[in-house]
């Protein structure tokens, strides 16, 4: 999957970023679509990925490398500020704060929710 990276455009806007990412949509229609400019809830994140056509794994898993991650999938990490989403698909990060990167950003604990296509 081509993902183009996209910052978040406030601090409260991570959860809108990763699902602009994925949906290959912009910040504004998928702030428009939730009705929310602020923090995301799961059951937000969840519904908008099943809304347009993904399949996303209904529990969440803890990992602690990369080397662990399913090739798509959507990140919710402790950072030291907050908690906050991110994005990971083939082998690389696509953090809305942090930029495109190699490994983690700094996160205490940190969970996964696998993304794959609907099947038909």
Same mark, same amino acid.
């Given at each position: !999957?081509?993902?183009?990276?996209?910052? %978040?455009?406030?601090?409260?806007q991570c959860g809108q970023a990763v699902l602009a990412m994925l949906l290959n949509k912009s910040v504004s229609e998928i702030v428009s679509y939730l009705g929310n400019d602020r923090e995301t809830t799961l059951k937000e994140m969840k519904?908008?990925?099943?809304d347009f056509g993904l399949f996303i794994s209904p529990h969440?898993?803890?990992? *602690?490398?990369?080397n662990?991650?399913?090739p798509l999938c959507m990140l919710s990490l402790e950072t030291p500020r907050c908690?906050?989403? *991110?994005?990971? *698909?083939?082998?690389?990060?696509?953090d809305p704060e942090h930029g495109? !990167?190699?490994?983690?950003? %700094?996160?205490?604990?940190k969970y996964y929710w696998e993304i794959t296509y609907n099947e038909g």
């Open positions: !999957m081509k993902i183009t990276y996209i910052h %978040e455009p406030t601090d409260l519904k908008t990925i099943t969440r898993i803890e990992v *602690s490398t990369r662990e991650l399913p908690w906050h989403w *991110s994005l990971y *698909s083939d082998g690389t990060f696509y495109v !990167m190699d490994d983690f950003p %700094e996160a205490n604990r």
